[in-house]
Nanobody
Framework: QVQLVESGGGLVQAGGSLRLSCAAS????????MGWFRQAPGKEREFVST???????AYAASVKGRFTISRDNAKNTVYLQMNSLKPEDTATYYC???????????????????WGQGTQVTVSS
């Protein structure tokens, strides 16, 4: 059983930066893909970024060039560095782990079987 705990959310002005952290326990997060998703009020949960065990990364088009995902395997922690934040980035951000390979694409929330509780990011204009 994998437990994921996000932290680092908050209120920031447009153009600012935040770094989210996702601490994993109950498993070795370095062995499987870890992703970030976000969900704004009234909207579907959407893919933000994923990092594979070998360090390969993928990003949604809306955040590419502004967000950077990374992992510290010694700390079992995944990070999301968010720069040049925009009001439309406002959402609850969720960390997710895919400990088993499913038939879904890596941008699908169905591919991930463990989720954190989320951390709120609010970007003011």
């Amino acid at each position: 059983q994998v437990q994921l705990v996000e932290s680092g959310g908050g209120l920031v002005q447009a153009g600012g930066s935040l770094r989210l952290s996702c601490a994993a326990s109950g498993g070795t997060s370095s062995r499987y893909p870890m992703g970030w998703f976000r969900q704004a009020p009234g909207k579907e949960r959407e893919f933000v970024s994923t990092i594979w065990s070998g360090g390969t990364t993928a990003y949604a088009a809306s955040v590419k060039g502004r967000f950077t995902i990374s992992r510290d395997n010694a700390k079992n922690t995944v990070y999301l560095q968010m720069n040049s934040l925009k009001p439309e980035d406002t959402a609850t951000y969720y960390c997710a782990a895919a400990t088993a390979t499913g038939p879904y694409g890596w941008e699908s929330k169905l591919q991930y079987n463990y989720w954190g509780q989320g951390t709120q990011v609010t970007v003011s204009s």
